[in-house]
Nanobody
Framework: EVQLVESGGGLVQAGGSLRLSCAAS????????IGWFRQAPGKEREGVSC????????YYADSVKGRFTISRDNAKNTVYLQMNSLKAEDTAVYYC???????????????????WGKGTLVTVSS
């Protein structure tokens, strides 16, 4: 059974930090790009960051560049998203997503994603 399990969300004050984790199982992790998406109430799901299967390429949305850092540990089948200098507008449910490397190197949109996690809520108080 394929699983992507997010953890690390919570309530934090503006300017604070959180580290999200995405633990994967049930598929060949090394062959997949892994990305983070977020969805705030009333808004569309948007791509936040992504790392390619070999960690050679990364993507960051303009809104998080310089504040968020993505990394992956293929030995642990886990991807991390370090979020610093958090802002109220970062409040959302954060989802982990996997894209088969044969379909693309990086995920920037929700379309074509092979697997989704159930999400973890990040709330930033101002």
């Amino acid at each position: 059974e394929v699983q992507l399990v997010e953890s690390g969300g919570g309530l934090v004050q503006a300017g604070g930090s959180l580290r999200l984790s995405c633990a994967a199982s049930g598929f060949t992790f090394d062959d997949y790009a892994i990305g983070w998406f977020r969805q705030a109430p009333g808004k569309e799901r948007e791509g936040v960051s992504c790392v390619s299967s070999n960690e050679k390429y990364t993507y960051y949305a303009d809104s998080v560049k310089g504040r968020f850092t993505i990394s992956r540990d293929n030995a642990k089948n886990t991807v991390y998203l370090q979020m610093n200098s958090l802002k109220a507008e970062d409040t959302a449910v954060y989802y982990c997503a996997a894209l088969d490397g044969l379909k693309g190197v990086i995920i920037t949109t929700p379309f074509g994603v092979d697997y989704w996690g159930k999400g973890t809520l990040v709330t930033v108080s101002s």
